[in-house]
């Protein structure tokens, strides 16, 4: 627990984050579907090689800790229980369970979550945490400022314990300060960039917050029912929506976007098929990747995507793992990215311009060092040192695309870091012949990926 001296003395809660286990089995129709291990170890070689270790036992904004309670669960914990002691405690008047809850709240702010950071140990990076502020001080902070705090206002995440979290929108509230030199409003993105990956805290907390961030921008989004227009109102503690009007009264739940995102291979030639995106960060190669079309299975999306932007024909497509992935545009806070290796039945690239820069045939060797681990950390110390920044009310103009440019000797070509789903497709591809993790040795005895 870390412990800030805010303007109104408020306290910081820190959520413990046991991350469960990742399946290597799934089963549908009683088949097995055999998938990739996302775990993976770092070793360095030398005291003198700069590496870092992970143990990604899921993707990043996976693995909440947080616990759901189904909305017909009757113990206190549940939505619809854990709702009505909140409102009972903003009213003022006694929880109606045995035992009082504790209620945690995360304020966002135009799609930024408020956290703090901390100097790291040594030569650490710095160290951020997610923004938690108990209900009565959030009251209190709202009330100085005129704003009214309301039960509806509030989102449930999950529980803890005998502790509840919610999350709050407050961008409607400019006025509103939570302890202007302590803490911030950041980018989860900006977040999830500044996240050492070793550090399963750092990933539980990264979860909660893409979780709140998706919530939060659906139900910015979804105002209005969709059938008659009328007013849509929260209903089960925020997780779902219902029209207003008595005569429609449809339910409105949280909209995923499903996103296939594919490592196309070339078996012949032992060759992986990698693009560039314009509007990206400079240098930055990754899988095709695009949207579900209604009525389309994955598998055909994979096909259809690969062969619009490139040309190039897939035969077989496997799965290998998917990913929330919230902070892609406001308007589709709740994408899923599902991860596929697809296999090419032909092989020249006709690119398509108006999606695609550019996209080539890289071999093995040439993607290894591509994974450029220094250049990972490199950001990461960036951006954490951003998030420091932001805390102390310096340094919030600052682009994020900076954060992949630090440092003189930079490769000409890398791929995204361990918090994307395309860097274990490309990783677990390239070095699936070797006992090897992105080019550092690995005194595991386990395959780095099979299928």
């Not at 990604?56 to 002691?85: C, M």
């Not at 409003?185 to 399963?200: G, I, K, N, Q, Y």
């Not at 929330?324 to 991860?339: H, R, Y």
Request: charged share 20%; aromatic share 8%.
């Amino acid at each position: 627990m870390l412990n800030l001296k805010l303007k109104l003395k408020l306290k910081l809660f820190l959520l413990p984050s046991p991350f469960p286990l990742f399946s290597k089995v799934a089963t549908f129709n009683k088949t097995p579907l055999r998938i990739l291990s996302l775990t993976t170890d770092f070793s360095p070689r030398n005291s003198s090689t700069t590496t870092m270790s992970i143990n990604l036992r899921t993707h990043v904004f996976a693995g909440n800790p947080l616990h759901f309670k189904s909305h017909k669960n009757i113990d206190s914990l549940s939505p619809s229980s854990a709702f009505e002691a909140l409102t009972a405690r903003i009213l003022g008047n006694s929880q109606p369970t045995p035992t009082p809850l504790n209620f945690k709240v995360l304020p966002f702010r135009n799609g930024k979550a408020l956290a703090s950071a901390a100097a790291g140990s040594g030569n650490s990076p710095p160290i951020w945490n997610l923004g938690w502020i108990g209900l009565d001080d959030l009251r209190g902070i709202l009330g100085s400022s005129g704003a009214q705090l309301s039960a509806e206002s509030l989102v449930y995440l999950g529980s803890e314990d005998d502790v509840v979290y919610w999350a709050i929108d407050v961008s409607s509230s400019e006025a509103v300060e939570f302890g202007a030199r302590e803490l911030s409003f950041v980018e989860v993105r900006t977040l999830m960039v500044a996240s050492d990956w070793r550090d399963s805290q750092a990933m539980g907390n990264l979860a909660v917050a893409g979780h709140a961030k998706a919530l939060l921008e659906w139900h910015n989004t979804s105002r209005f029912c969709g059938h008659c227009g009328a007013k849509a109102v929260p209903m089960e503690a925020g997780r779902r929506k219902q029209c207003s009007n008595d005569s429609c009264k449809k339910r409105i739940y949280p909209r995923v976007d499903p996103v296939a995102i594919m490592l196309v291979i070339d078996r012949e030639n032992d060759r992986a098929l990698l693009a560039k995106r314009s509007k990206f960060v400079p240098r930055l190669w990754t899988c095709l990747s695009g949207f579900t079309e209604a009525g389309e299975s994955l598998e055909e999306a994979v096909r259809r995507e690969t062969w619009e932007e490139t040309g190039i024909e897939v035969g077989e497509v496997v799965y290998h793992s998917s990913q929330p992935w919230p902070v892609g545009p406001n308007s589709m806070p709740c994408q899923l990215m599902v991860g596929f290796f697809a296999y090419a039945k032909s092989f020249e690239i006709k690119v398509d311009r108006e999606e695609l820069e550019d996209a080539q045939w890289y071999s093995k060797e040439e993607v290894r060092k591509a994974l450029t681990f220094d250049e990972y950390k490199q950001a990461q110390r960036s951006a954490a040192a951003k998030v420091e920044q932001m805390c102390k009310g310096v340094g919030k103009n600052q682009s994020l695309a900076a954060d992949f440019n630090v440092g003189t000797q930079l490769n000409p070509m890398f791929v995204p870091g361990p918090f994307a789903i395309a860097h274990h497709l490309i990783s677990s591809w390239a070095f699936a012949d070797q006992n090897v993790v992105n080019g550092v040795g690995s005194n595991s005895k386990q395959p780095v990926s099979s299928i």
